[in-house]
């Protein structure tokens, strides 16, 4: 099932950092999405991104940073990483919701969204020195129940964080955890995971294969995620954590009977 087709125009808003330029505006916006073929809630958050969309044009940011992706889960999150860890010329740092409602209009019924969203322009900055790989998943699939691990070698002093999301949307934090708490990364060190207890592949759909795609957020502090787990919280938490503290990675794997 698709997830988050406008999940692109989200991915210009988490990046944070120094600017060479900086400018700050305010826009009122307004997104629709149609309740045809889907549910009111998913409606809602399509139009919630929409409505982000045409905030990002009212504030000026050209038109091909503004792309409409249709990928599954796994391609949005590749265009997550690629934008979170680059250059860009603008960001949405913080909106409010004004309004939102079912309408219609003749047969036609759709979900509104009204914005009210402060856009902060120019180039964003990173540390470019500050990444990690993400070594030791397989590419062939995961039996189902199948033991799964991982190893992380960062070349600067880290924390991370690690989230899983299904084809669906949904998604959970695998790592910290109450049996692992998050603990210092030193860099150039190879650290395997899991840390003290299993993690296993596990399918929860009845077809042939299922992928699970896996976002790694490195943070320079220990920055805890408590929200419910879903990419509008994600992207909340990530705008509030500067460009130069952070390095965003993202791999899949494929689980099969």
């Known amino acids: 099932m698709k997830f988050f087709s406008l999940l692109c125009l989200m991915l210009l808003c988490v990046s944070t950092g120094e600017k060479t330029v900086a400018q700050t505006v305010t826009v009122t ?44 889960v796994g391609d949005n999150f590749n265009r997550f990483v690629s934008l979170s860890n680059s250059e860009l010329r603008g960001e949405i740092i913080s909106w409010d919701i004004l309004q939102q409602n079912v309408q219609s209009d003749g047969n036609r019924h759709y979900y509104m969204v009204e914005i009210r969203a402060k856009v902060r322009l120019g180039k964003v900055k990173r540390d470019l020195e500050f990444v990690a790989s993400v070594e030791g998943i397989k590419n062939s699939p995961y039996r189902d129940g199948e033991q799964f691990s991982f190893a992380i070698r960062p070349n600067k002093n880290c924390y991370v964080t690690v989230f899983w999301f299904d084809e669906e949307g949904n ?15 030193e860099s ?7 840390r003290t207890q299993s993690y296993k592949a596990r399918k929860e759909t009845k077809e042939l294969t299922e992928t699970i795609s896996l976002l790694f957020v490195f943070t320079k502090k220990n920055i805890p995620y408590t929200p419910l787990c879903t990419f509008e919280n994600i992207n909340k938490w990530v705008i509030q954590i500067p460009a130069s503290e952070r390095y965003l990675n993202y791999n899949s794997i494929v689980i099969t009977n």
Do not use: C, M
């Open 29 to 72: 916006a307004i997104g629709y999405w149609d309740l045809a073929n889907t549910t009111p809630e998913k409606a809602r958050q399509q139009a919630l991104e929409s409505a982000k969309a045409e905030a990002l044009r009212k504030a000026g940011i050209p038109e091909e940073f503004i792309v409409l992706n249709t990928g599954h």
């Open 171 to 185: 998604g959970a934090v695998i790592y910290p955890n109450t049996a692992e708490p998050p603990e210092l990364l």
């Open 188 to 194: 150039r060190k190879a650290y395997s995971f899991p």
